[in-house]
């Protein structure tokens, strides 16, 4: 059973995402902030994090940053955030931190319950296909993972953009 973590200082709106994924047959953990987020992630790995942007103590950016940090060499989970954050900057943010997704409130369940398939199973494939290289260049907007002979090959975007100028 895949496993869910939903970090929500709202008690009303974590307990309605609780009771979403638990009827999709998830197995779900929450927590009320992002430090009690960052625990549970070390603690139990879930295969997906549900998070707030906006929470006292520690939010969603700097949850997953602090992520990105501690599991530098390892696969992070995906990451959807929820939020009512609409400016483009907030979003820019968030996925330059290596955001999978972002989600606006109020969500339609059925919306949310899709994004996290996919993403569960775009990971499942990665995994699947060893491509741990490859997952992790998603994390990291650093690089880009392009195919080559030898199987995936992590290029500097500043390389890439070259390239594109040379071709022009």
Same mark, same amino acid.
């Given at each position: *059973?895949? #496993?869910?973590? =939903? /970090?929500?200082?709202?008690?009303? %709106?974590?307990?309605? &995402?609780?009771?979403?994924?638990? &009827?999709?047959?998830?197995? /779900?953990? $929450?927590?009320?902030?992002?430090?009690?987020?960052?625990?549970?992630? @070390?603690?139990?790995?879930?295969?997906? @994090?549900?998070?707030? @942007?906006? *929470?006292?103590?520690?939010?969603?950016?700097?949850?997953?940053?602090?992520?990105?940090?501690? *599991?530098?060499?390892? =696969? @992070?989970?995906?990451?959807?955030?929820?939020?009512?954050? %609409?400016?483009?900057?907030?979003?820019?943010?968030?996925? $330059?931190?290596?955001?999978?997704?972002?989600?606006? #409130?109020?969500?339609?369940?059925?919306?949310?319950?899709?994004? /996290?398939?996919? !993403? &569960?199973? #775009?990971?499942?494939? =990665? &995994?699947?296909?060893?491509?741990?290289?490859?997952?992790?260049?998603? %994390?990291?907007?650093? #690089?880009?993972? %392009?195919?080559?002979?030898?199987?995936?090959? *992590?290029?500097?975007?500043?390389?890439? =953009?070259?390239?594109?100028?040379? !071709?022009?």
């Amino acid at each position: *059973m895949e #496993k869910i973590l =939903i /970090v929500e200082d709202e008690a009303g %709106v974590r307990e309605t &995402l609780e009771e979403i994924f638990d &009827l999709a047959g998830y197995e /779900v953990s $929450s927590a009320k902030d992002g430090k009690e987020g960052y625990q549970n992630i @070390v603690d139990d790995l879930p295969d997906i @994090v549900v998070c707030d @942007v906006s *929470m006292p103590e520690m939010n969603g950016f700097e949850l997953l940053g602090a992520i990105n940090e501690r *599991m530098k060499d390892e =696969i @992070v989970p995906p990451f959807l955030f929820l939020t009512a954050k %609409v400016e483009p900057k907030d979003i820019r943010t968030g996925m $330059s931190l290596g955001a999978d997704d972002y989600i606006l #409130k109020p969500f339609d369940h059925n919306e949310l319950l899709t994004a /996290v398939r996919m !993403r &569960l199973e #775009k990971r499942k494939k =990665i &995994l699947g296909n060893g491509s741990e290289e490859y997952l992790n260049s998603t %994390v990291n907007f650093d #690089k880009l993972a %392009v195919p080559s002979e030898s199987g995936l090959e *992590m290029i500097p975007y500043s390389e890439l =953009i070259y390239c594109e100028a040379e !071709r022009a």
